[in-house]
């Protein structure tokens, strides 16, 4: 009995935490994305999982096998940040970035690194930002996305 009270406290207590954590800002920074009509009002911090945030015009390319993990917007600093996992090997997915974000408007910046990690840099359609990749595992690589707005 002392244990079922114990885990509802605890349940408890994580969903306050989690409701605080993503309940509205109070100050918010417009993000409008060229590539589409509507605008995006940048919140003030919110985290997400398993799909890209919508402050990312729908443009940005992402391989299909690419999961999604952690996201985070962060109008006070302008930036999202997220987080994906993919199921190559680095060679692949820093050839699949370098090809394909020209093709939709963004221009590739720096792109340096060695066999395990690789970081390159890009900007358009009102971002800039920076892709940190790193393998994981032979044919795993994780990527770590910074986005800055504006």
């Known amino acids: 009995m002392v244990t079922r009270r114990f885990l509802i406290a605890i349940i408890a207590v994580i969903a306050v935490v989690g409701a605080a954590c993503t309940s509205g800002a109070t100050e918010q920074a417009p993000v409008?994305?060229?590539?589409?009509?509507t605008s995006f009002v940048l919140p003030e911090l919110e985290f997400g999982r398993g799909?890209?945030?919508p402050s990312i015009p729908a443009s940005f390319p992402t391989p299909e096998q690419a999961v999604v993990g952690a996201t985070m917007m962060a109008g006070t600093r302008n930036v999202t940040e997220v987080v994906l996992t993919f199921p190559a090997d680095l060679a692949?997915?820093?050839a699949y970035y370098t090809n394909n974000l020209p093709v939709v408007g963004y221009e590739v910046g720096d792109?340096?690194?060695?066999?395990?990690?690789?970081?390159l840099t890009f900007s358009g359609e009102g971002l800039s930002g920076e892709i940190r990749f790193e393998t994981v595992a032979s044919s795993l690589t994780t990527g770590t996305l910074l986005f800055t707005h504006g």
């Not at 409008?32 to 009509?37: A, E, F, L």
């Not at 340096?112 to 990690?117: F, I, K, M």
């Open 32 to 37: 409008t994305s060229t590539s589409s009509t």
């Open 51 to 53: 799909s890209m945030p």
């Open 92 to 94: 692949a997915v820093v």
């Open 111 to 119: 792109s340096s690194g060695t066999a395990g990690t690789w970081s």
